[in-house]
């Protein structure tokens, strides 16, 4: 057990310890569809001091950049952000982030000719040694081919009318900002974005669902068949269980009122015993009774609970009297 605590610190503490020698921290490879929006979320941690020739001077980060294809994005490399020029660049990109831990960039209307590409972070400071490039980058791919799926909120394509329901025109390639169509067997519907909500929900909602791209019509979705289940049908559906529930519970009550009974019925007969017998009877298990009282003649024949403990007495009383 310590072993395994110790084993698991270790992996934190590197985990740690590797997400704290990373300056700049890239999303994951991006995939963007053309005409898109894309956006690189980035975080980097500027170090406070540099320690130059002999002594530690201390730095403030005064200039970021963003350049592509570049491996140190330094001096005159032409770049698509530059915090001191931000007006020269190109104005599809759009920095979201500032000069001190977000370097988040946003491209907009993408295309595949200028905008796919290795793009990378670097920080400048006022200490010429201390300027720092992410080299690692983002790779960006823009594409016209993705394949688009529907997703639901909803595990089941089954849903009871006056629900709500979203279907979501979802890929493995953003296309943020484009517009999306929605169809119903075909037929086109007014929702544009990528998320259609549906409800409270009429039996002319079922049929199958197909979603694409407004610009791009041949990136037609799977069909999604959602059918919507009648109310009536639903009730009737529950009735059966809410009769099971019901009868359930008064069975319960049945028994335990049964139960009570017999208990009451026995502690009746043992304070008459005692008011006869004026002694304790011997502590004897009730199976022991029964079996003897079967052969006592008083006894009769079949014999349910009740009957035992009447039985019993009747013993004990002419015992008691002998
Ligand atoms: C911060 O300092 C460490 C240690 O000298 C260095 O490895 C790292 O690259 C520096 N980070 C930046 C952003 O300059
Ligand atoms: C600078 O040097 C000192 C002492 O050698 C060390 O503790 C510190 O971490 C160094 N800082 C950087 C940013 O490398
Ligand atoms: C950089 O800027 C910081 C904060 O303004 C300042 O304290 C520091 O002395 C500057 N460093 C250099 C090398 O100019
Ligand atoms: C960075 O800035 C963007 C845009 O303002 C924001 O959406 C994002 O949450 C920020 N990231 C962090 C880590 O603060
Ligand atoms: C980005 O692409 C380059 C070349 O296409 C490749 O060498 C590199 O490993 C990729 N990097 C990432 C983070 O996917
Ligand atoms: C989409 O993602 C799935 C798994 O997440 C993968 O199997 C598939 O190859 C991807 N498709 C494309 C076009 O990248
Ligand atoms: C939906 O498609 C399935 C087969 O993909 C078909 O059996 C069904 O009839 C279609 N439903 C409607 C309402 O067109």
Known sequence: MAGWDKKLLWCFMLLLAGAAAQPVMYPPHVCAVSGSTVTLPCTFTPNNTFNGTGVEVRIQVIR?????????????????????????????????????????LQIKNVNKMEDEATLRFRMEVNYTMGHFTGTSGVNVTITDRTKLKIVSSRDNRQVAEGQTVTLQCSANCTFNQLEVSW????????????????????????????????????????????????????????????????????????????????????????????????????????????????????????????????????????????
């Open 183 to 322: 169809f119903r067997d075909g037929q086109l519907l007014s929702e544009s974005g990528p998320a259609l909500l549906l409800g409270p929900l009429t039996a002319e909602d079922s049929g199958n669902y197909t979603c694409t791209l407004k610009i791009k019509q041949h990136l037609l979705s799977e069909p999604y068949s959602l059918s919507v289940r009648d109310k009536e049908e639903g009730q009737h559906g529950d009735l059966p269980l809410i009769v099971g529930v019901v009868l359930g519970i008064l069975l319960a009550l049945i028994a335990l009122i049964v139960v009570l009974l017999i208990i009451k019925r026995k502690r009746a007969a043992e304070k008459n015993q005692r008011a006869v017998g004026g002694e304790e009877p011997p502590r004897v298990p009730d199976e022991v009774y029964s079996n003897i009282v079967t052969f006592d003649p008083q006894g009769g024949g079949d014999l349910d609970m009740e009957d035992v403990s009447y039985a019993s007495v009747q013993f004990q009383q002419q015992n008691q009297r002998r």
């Open 64 to 104: 970021v950049r963003w350049c592509q294809n570049h491996q140190i994005c330094h001096g005159s490399t032409p770049n698509v952000y530059d915090s001191r020029s931000p007006n020269n660049n190109n104005h599809r990109y759009k920095y979201l982030g500032d000069l001190k831990k977000n370097c988040t």
